[in-house]
C-alpha cells in the first residue's frame, strides 16, 4: 500500500513537462526535484507502519511535508501520505488524539508555506482546506463503523435478551403447570386417603359405613381424573389452544367441595355473604384454589373437628376465610409448602393478599382478592 502511494505522489511530480519548474534546463531545480521525490517517497514509506503507530506516522509524514515545502514552496507530493496519516489518526485514536494531531499538522504547515513564500499565501489558505478533507471523510467512515457494531451489538443482546425470556416463560410454565397438578391432586387425594382408612376401620364393624365411604373414595377418584385429563389434554395441544371441555371451577362449585369434606368426618360451617354472580372467572377460580388448598391442609395435617368457611362479596374485593379448630397453634411456624406458595402466587396474580398460621384457636387462611377489574394473568391461570 505505501508503495502505490509512493509511485502515485512521486511519480507523476517528476513527470512534468520540459517546460515546468523542474526541467532539464534548470539542474538547480532538478536537483530540487531529486529531493522532493525522496521526501515523497519517505513519506510515502512512513505509511506502513500508520495503523499500529498512527502518531508517529503522522510526525514523519508532516516532516516529510515540511521539508517538501523548504524545498519546493509548497508540500506537493507529500500531500497526500500526510492526508492517508490524518485519516488513519482519526479512525485508530481517540478523538482527543486525533483534535489535537489535526490542529498540529494545520498550524505547522500553514506556518511552514508562509515562511517559505509568503507570496504564496494562497497555498497558506487551502492548506486548511485539504487538512481537513481527510479527516471528515475518515469521521465518516468512523461513524459508519460504529453504527455497525452498534447495531451488532443491539442483535446479539436481543438474541441473548429472547434466549433468556423463553428460558424465562419455560421455568414460569413449568411452575404453572406443577401449580395445577398440586391443585387437581393434593384435596381428592387426602380425601381418597382420609376415606380409605375410614373404610378400613369400619369394614368389620360398620359394613353399610364403609361402603358409604368406599363411594366416596370412588367420586374423589372421578373427580380428580376428571380434572387431570383435562390439564394434560391442555398440555398435549399444539398450535393454538382450544377452550376445555369442562368447566373451570369457580364458586359455583363450592358445595361440592365442601361436602367432599364433610363426607370426610369434619363439621363444615359455611357463610356466604354477597352475591357471588358478580365475581369474575378468575376471581372465582383463584378463590376456589385457595379454599381448596386450606382444606386440604386441614384434612392433612390439622387433626380438628370443626371448619368454619367465610366467604364475603364486598365492593370490589372478595374475602375467604378458613378457619379450623386443630394444632395450629400449638404445631410451630407452618411449613412453607408447594401449597402455601400456590396460594400466595394465585392470590398476587390478581393483586391481592393473602394471610395465613396459627390463630388463638386452630389455623387461619384469609385471602382479599379484588373484583373490580380483570387480571392480565387470567388467560394463564384459566388454563
Not at 13 to 24: E, I, T, V
Not at 29 to 37: E, K, P, S
Not at 151 to 171: L, M
Request: hydrophobic fraction near 45%; charge should be negative; include cysteine.
Amino acid at each position: 500500500m505505501a508503495l502505490v502511494i509512493a509511485l502515485l505522489v512521486a511519480v507523476p511530480y517528476l513527470a512534468k513537462d520540459a517546460n515546468g519548474p523542474f526541467s532539464r534546463a534548470n539542474p538547480d531545480r532538478v536537483l530540487n526535484a531529486g529531493w522532493t521525490a525522496l521526501l515523497a517517497w519517505s513519506a510515502a514509506l512512513a505509511l506502513v507502519m500508520r495503523r499500529r503507530w498512527p502518531v508517529p506516522t503522522l510526525i514523519l509524514a508532516v516532516t516529510m511535508g515540511v521539508s517538501t515545502i523548504a524545498v519546493a514552496g509548497e508540500p506537493g507530493p507529500t500531500t497526500l501520505p500526510i492526508m492517508v496519516a490524518l485519516g488513519s489518526l482519526v479512525l485508530t485514536t481517540n478523538p482527543k488524539v486525533a483534535r489535537v494531531g489535526i490542529l498540529c499538522t494545520a498550524v505547522v504547515l500553514t506556518g511552514a508555506v508562509l515562511v517559505a513564500d509568503p507570496a504564496r499565501w494562497y497555498h497558506a489558505v487551502s492548506t486548511p482546506v485539504w487538512v481537513a478533507l481527510p479527516i471528515a471523510i475518515a469521521a465518516a467512515i468512523r461513524n459508519r463503523r460504529d453504527y455497525l457494531a452498534e447495531v451488532e451489538e443491539r442483535a446479539r443482546r436481543a438474541e441473548a435478551s429472547k434466549e433468556e425470556e423463553a428460558r424465562r416463560q419455560v421455568a414460569e410454565e413449568r411452575i404453572r403447570i406443577a401449580r395445577e397438578l398440586h391443585d387437581v391432586l393434593a384435596h381428592n387425594i387426602a380425601v381418597i386417603n382420609i376415606q380409605s382408612g375410614v373404610a378400613a376401620h369400619l369394614i368389620d364393624q360398620d359394613p353399610g359405613q364403609a361402603k358409604q365411604a368406599l363411594w366416596h373414595i370412588n367420586d374423589a377418584s372421578h373427580a380428580v381424573l376428571s380434572e387431570l385429563r383435562v390439564t394434560l389434554d391442555i398440555l398435549r395441544q399444539d398450535g393454538e389452544q382450544v377452550a376445555p371441555t369442562t368447566a373451570i371451577p369457580g364458586l359455583d362449585q363450592v358445595d361440592e367441595l365442601t361436602e367432599a369434606v364433610r363426607a370426610a368426618g369434619l363439621e363444615l360451617r359455611t357463610s356466604i355473604t354477597g352475591d357471588v354472580s358478580v365475581v369474575p372467572p378468575e376471581a372465582g377460580l383463584v378463590t376456589y384454589r385457595v379454599l381448596q388448598e386450606a382444606l386440604t391442609n386441614v384434612l392433612k395435617h390439622a387433626r380438628a373437628r370443626t371448619v368454619d368457611v367465610c366467604l364475603y362479596v364486598g365492593e370490589g374485593e372478595l374475602k375467604v376465610e378458613v378457619h379450623d379448630d386443630g394444632v395450629g397453634s400449638a404445631g410451630g411456624p407452618p411449613h412453607l409448602g408447594h401449597g402455601r406458595i400456590g396460594m400466595r402466587e394465585r392470590v398476587h396474580a390478581l393483586g391481592g393478599v393473602i394471610q395465613d398460621g396459627p390463630a388463638e384457636s386452630g389455623y387461619r387462611v384469609l385471602a382479599t382478592v379484588p373484583i373490580g377489574r380483570r387480571s392480565d394473568s387470567w388467560a394463564e391461570e384459566a388454563r
